[in-house]
């Protein structure tokens, strides 16, 4: 069986709005986020919702916890978490907490995810050196696995120093899944000797698969699973009803939303806010796509050609399958794709009806380690 779930930026929407930084805009998207699409998303079927967690990009995924909070309160099935927690931003007892609170708001739905960060930039403009990001990450990693395996916390560490605090509420879950976001051997494996699951993106399934090999080699030598089910995938996705209204949409989104964070990162210039990335490699890859197949190599939205999964339900289907078995992946977190306009988002979801079933079907060899 393959797992899917929804991954979300939380990004507004900009299809013909001039200003990016409107307060209506925001309240617009996140209202609906929450009213329609993650309520949607329960009921056609999906097994969970992961938040992301991003700073200063202008999007709206800064407080993903609360995100969390209020979907528990729309929802009753669907599994919730963040991935990740960009933890060298946080302080660890605090988001320790925060777990446990969400635990009981959720009804023990949560999901603890786990990130370093997506690059030095964010931690980078708040006075955080990029040489402290990993071990501020390994140390509140400690403090917080600690925190909710016990009920009184003693650290002395680098960058906390603390003893016998009580760490409460304590979380519904005697064992709770927790997740960490991976792009290299060496945190797959720490990541293994932990028993954490792991998720990846932005590879292919082929280098996916090798990185998940290291995971069932330090999986096994300390006594851990080395099952599917530890492992996910996760895919920018387009849904539609046929391959080529799918294809035809789906360029159609690229260009929007490279167009989107262009005028993002313009407006944010033109106002004197520092941007964490720059705008001519923008406009550079709008004039490269021209009209190049979004799940061709030579795409310039996407590291890998399988970073995009587009088409019909039973082609969507067919390809998160085929890349699950290569990587040998138990689950799939289809992203959100914020430059589609509100109706768009809802009838691709509704399409996910059809595909959910077939993943639900599907068998994942378990890979024996190394």
């Not at 708001?105 to 997506?118: D, K, P, W």
């Not at 964010?122 to 909710?148: M, Q, T, Y």
């Not at 979004?294 to 082609?315: H, L, M, N, Q, R």
Request: charged share 25%.
């Amino acid at each position: 069986m393959i797992q899917a779930w929804l991954f979300t930026f939380m990004q507004p929407f900009m299809r013909q709005h001039p200003d990016p930084f409107d307060p209506a805009l925001a309240q617009r998207a996140i209202r609906w986020h929450l009213d329609t699409l993650f309520p949607k998303v329960e009921e056609v079927g999906f097994d969970g919702i992961f938040f992301s967690e991003h700073h200063f990009h202008g999007n709206l995924s800064a407080s993903p916890h609360l995100y969390i909070a209020a979907t528990a309160m729309r929802t009753k099935r669907v599994r919730l978490g963040v991935m990740g927690s960009v933890l060298p931003l946080h302080n660890p007892w605090r988001v320790a907490e925060e777990i446990g609170i969400l635990d009981h708001l959720s009804g023990g739905r949560l999901e603890i995810g786990y990130s370093s960060g997506t690059g030095p930039l964010e931690p980078l403009v708040v006075g955080i050196p990029e040489e402290e990001l990993r071990p501020r990450f390994d140390e509140s990693l400690d403090i917080i696995d600690r925190a909710i395996a016990e009920l009184k916390v003693t650290h002395h560490g680098r960058f906390w120093n603390f003893d016998a605090l009580a760490v409460t509420p304590r979380m519904l879950q005697t064992n709770p899944p927790k997740w960490m976001t991976v792009v290299s051997e060496k945190s797959t494996r720490i990541a293994a000797r932990r028993g954490y699951k792991v998720c990846t993106a932005f590879m292919s399934a082929k280098d996916a698969g090798q990185m998940f090999d290291a995971y069932r080699d330090e999986a096994a030598k300390v006594g851990g699973s080395t099952a599917p089910e530890q492992m996910a995938l996760r895919r920018r996705c387009l849904v539609w009803d046929t391959d080529a209204s799918a294809e035809a949409l789906g360029k159609d989104v690229l260009r929007i939303g490279l167009e989107r964070t262009g005028r993002l990162l313009k407006s944010m210039t033109e106002r004197g806010i520092t941007p964490l990335t720059g705008v001519a490699h923008i406009d550079k890859q709008i004039l490269a796509m021209k009209d190049t197949a979004i799940d061709a190599p030579a795409s310039k939205f996407a590291a890998e050609p399988d970073e995009w999964v587009v088409g019909s339900p039973e082609t969507v289907a067919a390809k998160i399958i085929d890349q699950c078995r290569i990587a040998g992946a138990g689950h799939f977190l289809a992203y959100s794709l914020g430059s589609m306009e509100e109706a768009e988002m809802e009838h691709s979801i509704e399409l996910w009806r059809r595909v959910i079933p077939i993943l639900r079907s599907a068998q994942v060899p378990g890979i024996a380690a190394g």
